[in-house]
């Protein structure tokens, strides 16, 4: 099973007909995670950030896959 770790990059989307967008990890807690879009570079830091749980990216297969690990 993966960990999320910082500084890795995830697809994510809001549902099954929603296109998958990038996003960095950068914060990990043990009850919740801190991503960033990738493709929004021009917007405002609380724009482009955002929370989840490590369980729901875990276990939500539809919503987020890991696409690289952190360097």
């Known amino acids: 099973m993966t960990d999320v770790k910082p500084f890795q990059i995830w697809d994510e989307r809001e549902n099954e007909k929603a296109p998958w967008r990038e996003a960095k990890v950068i914060n ?33 297969k539809q919503r987020y896959k890991l696409v690289r690990e952190s360097k």
């Open 28 to 60: 990990v807690r043990r009850d919740s995670i801190e991503l960033q879009y990738l493709d929004m570079p021009n917007a405002p830091e609380l724009a482009r950030t955002f929370n989840t749980s490590p369980k729901r990216m875990l276990s939500d």
